[in-house]
């Protein structure tokens, strides 16, 4: 594939990798290829992962590096993206440019929706989206207008007050580059016109004016001249022959007709987006392959009277593109199948795989015999598509886990004609997709709803004819048979109101569709945030919008991460062997198939360990391979070490273990419980007399709350390099770490080496939410000792799966509880007993209880408060820490008492909320620290004004009243999240700074860079100290070699202590130069370091910062940080769909060091809290396997996914003695605020509830998923499909 090429042969590595099947967009670079018949130059975004080399014969491929760099000049896409502060841990930023700079070379002026299309397959984990688009718009000549006032986004500049002391004006477009298109790469002219050549391979590099770009250019046979292209020369076939595979792109059809004959075997490929994923993730292989994208009569489009036939190699752009034009010219009643076609292609993948994909477009369930197979014969293929325009009523329908860029779970096509001039139903065709192996035709239905007049009985006859035909059986891949069942229902219902609305407006037929259905019948739009506005600025670069350090380096590719580095002389890779039972005795280890392959060095196993071969965490150890027994499906047992990555994975595959099964084996949280197996130590926190508040409380409730775990899918998987020196046992490692010197202690453990003579690198991450700490320094072990074993460096890159299998994430919990509480809400009592999975070890579970039960009070004053926490020991990998560490599940649970209590008093939440609140200026915590919160109730005050919270739920009530399938609701909750390590040995840190004689800086520091800005900020705090500009600091990276024993960089706490440490260290210098500045005060900066050089004043010092305290005293966190948050939803009750529709956040961050960093955590954290509590599920079956690996099955908010109203305020005049220059800790705490959202769903759904007469209390868990929303709305519909609770099957996947 293209990309392996770049990133490994060319050694361009600015396009990343980060899932290998197309759903990420970290590959995206630009395709270019000249169109003969539209004499045109074409350009498309694509995923190079995806791309077949040998398809690109004939085109130009531009990648990152081409289109600007810090060295030569910027485009000024990059220069945006990244003074805009849309890049943060920068590994999702090439593709983003990529995407970015295709559209404009498409279109100069896009609109805001090209840009939102564009970038739909683009995921950032980091930023939340909005400040790249801040970035993007500026391209724009419109002013988006805000939907729901009016305004131009611009104008609605409420979220920094002009009084505020930070700098609010967090992206200026002066002196920005502007967009010049003649500046852009002129398309080779020797893919347009030329001659033939030799049988070579070529790549270069060409310097046009200044820049520097990529092309490649496969001079393979010959090139086609302009002449065969245009058709006057014969084309001839193209054969390419690589190790494995033969590759044929036939000279023209009837060359292709005649292939297909003699290898009917052989795939025909054209966009490669379903072979590709499957030879990149399951090792498949196809020894022939014949590429159709270059058939001209594949390509074909013909418009004819009633419709237009479009060639079967056209992509799905192309596709769109015609009936764009066909919607254009027909008008919108000639045009309805074109329209459906539209809207179901708009949200079918993404923008890049769209430009590379061929259409399956066909209504006909005799085409689609089987799940993945056609009725075509293996030597037959699909010419052409004919696609009518002349049916009256037609219509599309599509529910996806996340609105854009995922498989549908359910599909529809619908049509209806009629007799002339009346209702009754001349023909009837309804299509499912997602109920069965293939496309289902409701035949019987349809025949027998023909004849029928279409009035309200054909919908109850419709409906129930539909219920009985259409079966999904309880095993169907994929699970959720009940919702399905109801969609197809709902999507039935759907179809009648738009139809009876359209006969409506034509006077045909007497139905009468209530006004309050209509809205149903609106689907979402896909809106784009908008932007953050502005404050006042100054001159110091603390408290400015700094751009983050690395930031242009990110947007030009130049940035580098762990697997960017070149390889090293002789170096090999290592590729894990996992186990696939959860729990079984290891019979045997059978590696000898493996070692036989090509290219494969060695196998390792536990007795390959010279040290220990166990990872100890507080005295809870953890085996890095398993030796006698495997505990979890995904646990490490061996390694693979071999030549090139590919042949590592192939072998590790080859790997024969034979097991023998142990009982028990369970995996979730009811079942632990069952079994009563819980890790030590149980802990409870206690304060008041809970017997005394139960006894006087004028109502007891009962209840509990789950929540699902998350994937951290940071963009950048884990891996390593290590390198040994070859001398006393050194050992270098470059490593994606979050915390260096425990990776160099367990490397030393495991080899038997004092850690002095171990390194660890840590450049950047891309991205790590916590991720990073623990498992990382397992495969480093792991790939440390492969690195001993053969005395040669060693790379381990996991792939995406394998990532998700072994390094698991956030811990499911569930909160049972019981509440005392009076007839105002005011919680007199709560005894919450917390449940964690924790998985098959400890990891760090027991601390993230801990932080969970420290959290559990939020910010109210529960007289009598108890908790007792309990980590489950079940068969899955063990769950590990993630941003919130147990924050938010411990927040989220007294939320939902909250919201309950409110719902049985039958008053609104945020009144409960605001009665139960601590309020006194000195308040002590339940863990009995003492807080004042006076910047909370500010928070909480400032975002119920700012929200025009009261207002709208007026607005809100009024919608839902005049609305029966769509409900709106609205929820805001209040914060207090701790700050820095409950281990109070953790809160330390160290910094290197170093003056050299040019008066250049340099700090080393214990913190790691994973995009959160902690390098700005340290240089920020030193350009401050030694009145420096930021421009002569440097930091280089985080080395154990430089800064010993630092803590992990987590716990929200890195910066501050960091920034400390290096505020201390640049004072010391400081003092020490004091006495030379004095004595010559006109002296510059260099001349004042070379005085003191020649003095014997040492210009290096180290900087140290500590925090004491004793748990035991009640202080379990340095100081808090506070803030408030409010959301709006809207739900579609008949498919379970919902729409984020505005988040006021108030956040308290002390006195900013850099708002835009600040700003740019509460919306990256916010997103990852979207994402944990409404689309992010993990699935897992019953065997215990995770179901959902990689982007196309696990869904992370994506730009559909963030509000279009997002206004983030920073707290006014706040102040915070505790932390450098007044600032607070802000990484963690804003993943909570996404369960506003959750609870405004619920709110929603209450209201929908209550009108059909149902109880507003109801069974409802986190993540709210569509499934759920859809399920709890319940109606006729859900009531016409009970489950057979007499059958019991296998269920596709548990609730862990
Ligand atoms: C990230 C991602 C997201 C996706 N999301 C969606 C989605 O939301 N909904 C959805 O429906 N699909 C989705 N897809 C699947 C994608 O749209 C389909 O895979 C696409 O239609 C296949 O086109 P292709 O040209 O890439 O096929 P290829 O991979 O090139 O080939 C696919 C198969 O079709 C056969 N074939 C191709 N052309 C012909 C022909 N003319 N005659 C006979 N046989 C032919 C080939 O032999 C091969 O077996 C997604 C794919 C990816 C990678
Ligand atoms: S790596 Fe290509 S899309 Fe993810
Ligand atoms: S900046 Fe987008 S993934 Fe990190």
């Not at 600025?537 to 580095?565: C, F, K, M, W």
């Given at each position: 594939?293209?990309l392996a090429?770049l990133r490994r042969k060319v050694g361009l590595t600015g396009t990343k990798y980060g899932c290998g099947?197309?759903?990420c967009g970290a590959c995206t670079v630009?395709?270019?290829?000249?169109?003969?018949?539209?004499?045109?130059?074409?350009?498309?975004?694509?995923?190079a992962c995806?791309?077949?080399?040998?398809?690109?014969?004939?085109?130009?491929?531009?990648t990152v590096e081409g289109i600007g760099s810090t060295k030569t000049k910027l485009h000024?896409v990059q220069e945006r993206i990244a003074k805009a502060h849309g890049s943060q841990c920068g590994f999702c930023t090439p593709g983003m440019v990529m995407?970015?700079?295709?559209?404009?070379?498409?279109?100069?002026?896009?609109?805001?929706?090209?840009?939102?299309?564009?970038?739909?397959?683009n995921l950032c984990r980091c930023t939340g989206?909005?400040p790249i688009?801040?970035g993007?718009?500026?391209?724009?000549?419109?002013?988006?207008?805000?939907?729901?006032?009016?305004?131009?986004?611009?104008?609605?500049?409420?979220?920094?007050?002009?009084?505020?002391?930070?700098?609010?004006?967090l992206f200026?477009?002066?002196?920005?580059?502007?967009?010049?298109?003649?500046?852009?790469?002129?398309?080779?002219?020797?893919?347009?016109?030329?001659?033939?050549?030799?049988?070579?391979?070529?790549?270069?590099k060409?310097?046009?004016?200044?820049?520097y770009?990529f092309?490649?250019?496969?001079?393979?046979?010959?090139?086609?001249?302009?002449?065969?292209?245009?058709?006057?020369?014969?084309?001839?076939?193209?054969?390419?022959?690589?190790?494995?595979?033969?590759?044929?792109?036939?000279?023209?059809?009837?060359?292709?007709?005649?292939?297909?004959?003699?290898?009917?075997?052989?795939?025909?490929?054209?966009?490669?987006?379903?072979?590709?994923?499957?030879?990149?993730?399951?090792?498949?292989?196809?020894?022939?392959?014949?590429?159709?994208?270059?058939?001209?009569?594949?390509?074909?489009?013909?418009?004819?009277?009633?419709?237009?036939?479009?060639?079967?190699?056209?992509?799905?752009?192309?596709?769109?593109?015609?009936?764009?034009?066909?919607?254009?010219?027909?008008?919108?009643?000639?045009?309805?199948?074109?329209?459906?076609?539209?809207?179901?292609?708009?949200?079918?993948?993404?923008?890049?795989?769209?430009?590379?994909?061929?259409?399956?477009?066909?209504?006909?369930?005799?085409?689609?015999?089987?799940?993945?197979?056609?009725?075509?014969?293996?030597?037959?293929?699909?010419?052409?598509?004919?696609?009518?325009?002349?049916?009256?009523?037609?219509?599309?329908?599509?529910?996806?886990?996340?609105?854009?860029?995922?498989?549908?779970?359910?599909?529809?096509?619908?049509?209806?004609?009629?007799?002339?001039?009346?209702?009754?139903?001349?023909?009837?065709?309804?299509?499912?997709?997602?109920?069965?192996?293939?496309?289902?035709?409701?035949?019987?239905?349809?025949?027998?709803?023909?004849?029928?007049?279409?009035?309200?009985?054909?919908?109850?006859?419709?409906?129930?004819?539909?219920?009985?035909?259409?079966?999904?059986?309880?095993?169907?891949?994929?699970?959720?048979?009940?919702?399905?069942?109801?969609?197809?229902?709902?999507?039935?219902?759907?179809?009648?109101?738009?139809?009876?609305?359209?006969?409506?407006?034509?006077?045909?037929?007497?139905?009468?569709?209530?006004?309050?259905?209509?809205?149903?019948?609106?689907?979402?739009?896909?809106?784009?945030?908008?932007?953050?506005?502005?404050?006042?600025?100054?001159?110091d670069p603390v408290g400015r919008p700094n751009v983050h350090q690395a930031a242009l380096q990110q947007a030009t590719g130049e940035a580098v991460y762990y697997d960017d580095i070149p390889s090293v002389k002789g170096e090999l890779f290592v590729s894990m062997?996992?186990?696939?039972?959860?729990?079984?005795?290891?019979?045997?280890?059978?590696?000898?198939?493996?070692?036989?392959?090509?290219?494969?060095?060695?196998?390792i196993?536990?007795?390959?360990v010279p040290g220990q071969?166990?990872r100890l965490w507080f005295?809870?150890?953890e085996?890095l391979?398993?030796?006698?027994?495997?505990?979890?499906?995904?646990?490490i047992?061996?390694a693979?070490v071999?030549?090139t990555r590919?042949?590592a994975?192939?072998?590790?595959?080859?790997?024969?273990?034979?097991?023998?099964?142990?009982?028990?084996?369970?995996?979730?949280?009811?079942?632990?419980?069952?079994?009563?197996?819980?890790?030590?130590?149980?802990?409870?926190?206690?304060?008041?007399?809970?017997?005394?508040?139960?006894?006087?409380?004028?109502?007891?409730?009962?209840?509990?709350?789950?929540?699902?775990?998350?994937e951290h899918f940071y963009m950048e998987t884990q891996g390593l390099i290590a390198i040994p020196k070859g001398e006393a046992g050194e050992l270098e490692l470059y490593v994606a770490s979050q915390h260096a010197a425990y990776t160099q202690v367990l490397v030393g453990i495991t080899l038997g080496i004092d850690s002095n003579k171990i390194t660890c690198h840590v450049k950047r991450l891309g991205g790590g939410f916590g991720g990073k700490v623990m498992k990382i320094a397992s495969l480093s072990a792991i790939a440390a000792t492969a690195a001993y074993k053969t005395g040669r460096a060693v790379r381990c890159v996991l792939e995406r799966?394998d990532d998700m299998?072994i390094t698991s994430g956030?811990?499911?919990?569930?909160?049972?509880?019981?509440?005392?509480?009076?007839?105002?809400?005011?919680?007199?009592?709560?005894?919450?007993?917390?449940?964690?999975?924790?998985?098959?070890?400890?990891d760090e579970?027991?601390f993230?209880?801990?932080?969970?039960?420290?959290?559990?009070?939020?910010?109210?004053?529960?007289?009598?408060?108890?908790?007792?926490?309990?980590?489950?020991?079940?068969?899955?990998?063990?769950?590990t820490a993630f941003r919130g560490f147990?924050?938010?599940?411990?927040?989220?649970?007294?939320?939902?008492?909250?919201?309950?209590?409110?719902?049985?008093?039958?008053?609104?939440?945020?009144?409960?909320?605001?009665?139960?609140?601590?309020?006194?200026?000195?308040?002590?915590?339940?863990?009995?620290?003492?807080?004042?919160?006076?910047?909370?109730?500010?928070?909480?005050?400032?975002?119920?004004?700012?929200?025009?919270?009261?207002?709208?739920?007026?607005?809100?009530?009024?919608?839902?009243?005049?609305?029966?399938?769509?409900?709106?609701?609205?929820?805001?909750?209040?914060?207090?999240?701790?700050i820095g390590f409950?281990k109070g040995f953790y809160n330390q840190v160290a910094a290197l700074v170093n003056i050299y004689k040019d008066g250049s800086v340099l700090i080393s520091h214990g913190g790691t860079e994973m995009g959160q800005g902690i390098n700005t900020k340290a240089i920020q705090i030193a350009s401050r100290i030694l009145k420096v500009p930021m421009s002569s600091i440097h930091i280089k990276e985080t080395c154990t070699g430089n800064v010993p024993n630092a803590a992990p960089s987590a716990a929200s706490f890195g910066t501050d202590a960091v920034g400390m440490a290096v505020k201390d260290g640049c004072e010391k210098l400081m003092r020490r130069l004091?006495?030379?500045?004095?004595?010559?005060?006109?002296?510059?900066w260099q001349?004042l370091v070379v005085?003191a050089y020649?003095?014997?004043i040492s210009l290096s010092a180290t900087g140290f910062f500590m925090y004491?305290?004793?748990?035991?005293?009640?202080?379990?966190?340095y100081?808090?940080?506070?803030?408030?948050?409010?959301?709006?939803?809207?739900?579609?009750?008949?498919?379970?769909?919902?729409?984020?529709?505005?988040?006021?956040?108030?956040?308290?961050v002390?006195?900013s060091i850099n708002p835009a960093l600040d700003v740019g955590q509460v919306e990256g954290g916010?997103?990852q809290?979207?994402?944990?509590?409404?689309?992010?599920?993990?699935?897992?079956?019953?065997?215990?396997?995770?179901?959902?690996?990689?982007?196309?099955?696990?869904?992370i908010?994506?730009?559909?996914?963030?509000?279009?109203?997002?206004?983030?305020?920073?707290?006014?005049?706040?102040?915070?003695?505790?932390a450098i220059y007044?600032s607070k800790g802000i990484g963690e705490p804003p993943v909570?605020?996404?369960?506003?959202?959750?609870?405004?769903?619920?709110?929603?759904?209450?209201?929908?509830?209550?009108?059909?007469?149902?109880?507003?209390?109801?069974?409802?868990?986190?993540?709210?998923?569509?499934?759920?929303?859809?399920?709890?709305?319940?109606?006729?519909?859900?009531?016409?499909?009970?489950?057979?609770?007499?059958?019991?099957?296998?269920?596709?996947?548990?609730?862990?």
């Amino acid at each position: 594939m293209l990309l392996a090429y770049l990133r490994r042969k060319v050694g361009l590595t600015g396009t990343k990798y980060g899932c290998g099947g197309g759903g990420c967009g970290a590959c995206t670079v630009m395709v270019s290829r000249y169109d003969p018949i539209q004499e045109t130059v074409l350009h498309w975004s694509v995923t190079a992962c995806l791309q077949p080399i040998c398809s690109l014969h004939g085109a130009a491929v531009v990648t990152v590096e081409g289109i600007g760099s810090t060295k030569t000049k910027l485009h000024p896409v990059q220069e945006r993206i990244a003074k805009a502060h849309g890049s943060q841990c920068g590994f999702c930023t090439p593709g983003m440019v990529m995407s970015m700079y295709t559209l404009l070379r498409n279109n100069p002026q896009p609109t805001m929706e090209d840009i939102r299309e564009t970038l739909g397959g683009n995921l950032c984990r980091c930023t939340g989206y909005r400040p790249i688009i801040d970035g993007f718009k500026t391209f724009c000549n419109v002013r988006t207008v805000n939907s729901s006032n009016g305004k131009c986004c611009m104008e609605n500049s409420n979220s920094h007050n002009n009084e505020s002391d930070i700098s609010g004006e967090l992206f200026s477009m002066d002196n920005v580059l502007p967009l010049d298109p003649t500046q852009d790469l002129i398309f080779p002219p020797e893919l347009l016109v030329s001659k033939p050549c030799v049988l070579v391979v070529a790549n270069r590099k060409v310097n046009i004016s200044g820049h520097y770009f990529f092309i490649l250019f496969f001079y393979l046979h010959f090139i086609p001249s302009f002449q065969q292209i245009m058709g006057k020369k014969k084309a001839e076939r193209l054969c390419f022959q690589g190790e494995k595979v033969r590759w044929i792109s036939p000279a023209d059809l009837k060359d292709l007709i005649k292939l297909k004959a003699e290898y009917s075997n052989a795939p025909l490929l054209v966009g490669n987006t379903t072979i590709g994923p499957k030879m990149n993730l399951k090792g498949t292989v196809h020894p022939l392959v014949l590429y159709g994208g270059s058939i001209p009569e594949l390509r074909t489009i013909k418009w004819r009277n009633n419709g237009v036939t479009v060639g079967a190699g056209c992509s799905l752009s192309v596709l769109k593109d015609v009936l764009l034009q066909g919607i254009e010219e027909l008008g919108p009643e000639k045009s309805r199948v074109y329209q459906a076609l539209v809207q179901t292609l708009q949200c079918l993948a993404s923008k890049q795989i769209r430009n590379m994909a061929v259409s399956k477009i066909c209504l006909s369930e005799e085409f689609f015999t089987d799940f993945g197979k056609t009725a075509l014969r293996p030597d037959e293929i699909l010419l052409a598509i004919d696609i009518p325009h002349s049916r009256p009523f037609v219509s599309a329908f599509r529910q996806a886990q996340r609105r854009e860029f995922s498989f549908s779970i359910v599909n529809s096509g619908m049509r209806v004609t009629f007799r002339h001039d009346s209702n009754v139903v001349e023909n009837l065709d309804i299509f499912y997709g997602g109920v069965g192996p293939t496309l289902v035709k409701a035949r019987h239905t349809c025949k027998e709803l023909m004849g029928r007049k279409w009035d309200e009985k054909l919908l109850v006859v419709g409906t129930q004819l539909l219920e009985e035909e259409i079966y999904v059986p309880p095993t169907a891949p994929g699970g959720q048979e009940e919702y399905r069942k109801a969609l197809v229902l709902s999507f039935f219902f759907k179809f009648y109101m738009q139809v009876t609305l359209e006969l409506q407006q034509k006077e045909v037929g007497m139905n009468d569709l209530p006004l309050e259905y209509l809205s149903a019948l609106k689907p979402f739009k896909n809106e784009v945030p908008q932007l953050v506005p502005e404050t006042q600025s100054s001159n110091d670069p603390v408290g400015r919008p700094n751009v983050h350090q690395a930031a242009l380096q990110q947007a030009t590719g130049e940035a580098v991460y762990y697997d960017d580095i070149p390889s090293v002389k002789g170096e090999l890779f290592v590729s894990m062997v996992t186990s696939t039972r959860a729990h079984a005795k290891i019979i045997s280890i059978d590696a000898s198939m493996a070692l036989a392959m090509s290219g494969v060095v060695t196998f390792i196993s536990a007795k390959d360990v010279p040290g220990q071969n166990r990872r100890l965490w507080f005295n809870n150890p953890e085996e890095l391979f398993a030796e006698e027994e495997v505990i979890c499906v995904g646990q490490i047992i061996g390694a693979i070490v071999a030549e090139t990555r590919e042949q590592a994975k192939r072998a590790s595959e080859q790997v024969d273990i034979t097991y023998e099964d142990i009982q028990p084996v369970f995996f979730t949280i009811e079942e632990a419980i069952e079994h009563q197996s819980f890790f030590d130590p149980k802990r409870k926190l206690e304060r008041g007399n809970l017997e005394e508040g139960f006894e006087k409380a004028d109502h007891i409730l009962e209840g509990e709350l789950y929540m699902g775990g998350q994937e951290h899918f940071y963009m950048e998987t884990q891996g390593l390099i290590a390198i040994p020196k070859g001398e006393a046992g050194e050992l270098e490692l470059y490593v994606a770490s979050q915390h260096a010197a425990y990776t160099q202690v367990l490397v030393g453990i495991t080899l038997g080496i004092d850690s002095n003579k171990i390194t660890c690198h840590v450049k950047r991450l891309g991205g790590g939410f916590g991720g990073k700490v623990m498992k990382i320094a397992s495969l480093s072990a792991i790939a440390a000792t492969a690195a001993y074993k053969t005395g040669r460096a060693v790379r381990c890159v996991l792939e995406r799966e394998d990532d998700m299998l072994i390094t698991s994430g956030r811990s499911p919990f569930l909160g049972k509880y019981k509440v005392g509480y009076l007839n105002d809400g005011t919680i007199l009592a709560a005894d919450i007993t917390y449940y964690s999975n924790g998985g098959c070890t400890l990891d760090e579970s027991s601390f993230i209880m801990e932080k969970a039960l420290l959290h559990m009070d939020n910010g109210y004053k529960i007289p009598n408060l108890r908790g007792h926490g309990l980590v489950c020991k079940t068969y899955l990998p063990s769950y590990t820490a993630f941003r919130g560490f147990g924050g938010p599940q411990g927040l989220t649970i007294i939320e939902s008492v909250l919201h309950e209590v409110a719902a049985r008093c039958g008053l609104p939440a945020h009144q409960v909320r605001d009665i139960n609140m601590y309020k006194d200026e000195k308040c002590y915590t339940h863990h009995k620290q003492l807080f004042s919160p006076h910047d909370m109730v500010r928070c909480w005050n400032e975002c119920l004004e700012k929200s025009d919270y009261t207002h709208r739920c007026l607005s809100i009530k009024q919608f839902n009243a005049h609305n029966h399938w769509k409900k709106r609701g609205i929820s805001i909750v209040p914060l207090k999240f701790g700050i820095g390590f409950s281990k109070g040995f953790y809160n330390q840190v160290a910094a290197l700074v170093n003056i050299y004689k040019d008066g250049s800086v340099l700090i080393s520091h214990g913190g790691t860079e994973m995009g959160q800005g902690i390098n700005t900020k340290a240089i920020q705090i030193a350009s401050r100290i030694l009145k420096v500009p930021m421009s002569s600091i440097h930091i280089k990276e985080t080395c154990t070699g430089n800064v010993p024993n630092a803590a992990p960089s987590a716990a929200s706490f890195g910066t501050d202590a960091v920034g400390m440490a290096v505020k201390d260290g640049c004072e010391k210098l400081m003092r020490r130069l004091e006495p030379l500045i004095k004595k010559h005060p006109q002296f510059t900066w260099q001349q004042l370091v070379v005085e003191a050089y020649c003095q014997k004043i040492s210009l290096s010092a180290t900087g140290f910062f500590m925090y004491a305290f004793n748990l035991s005293d009640g202080n379990a966190y340095y100081y808090f940080t506070f803030g408030a948050c409010c959301s709006e939803v809207e739900i579609d009750c008949l498919t379970g769909d919902h729409k984020n529709i505005r988040t006021d956040i108030v956040m308290d961050v002390g006195r900013s060091i850099n708002p835009a960093l600040d700003v740019g955590q509460v919306e990256g954290g916010f997103v990852q809290g979207i994402g944990l509590y409404t689309i992010e599920e993990l699935q897992f079956s019953p065997e215990g396997v995770l179901l959902t690996r990689g982007p196309s099955r696990y869904k992370i908010p994506a730009l559909c996914d963030i509000p279009p109203q997002l206004n983030v305020h920073l707290l006014r005049n706040a102040d915070n003695p505790h932390a450098i220059y007044s600032s607070k800790g802000i990484g963690e705490p804003p993943v909570f605020f996404g369960c506003t959202l959750f609870f405004a769903i619920k709110e929603a759904i209450a209201a929908a509830r209550r009108e059909r007469g149902l109880s507003e209390s109801f069974p409802f868990s986190s993540p709210a998923t569509a499934e759920k929303i859809r399920m709890a709305c319940e109606d006729c519909f859900t009531r016409m499909n009970p489950p057979d609770r007499k059958v019991k099957t296998k269920p596709w996947a548990i609730n862990v």
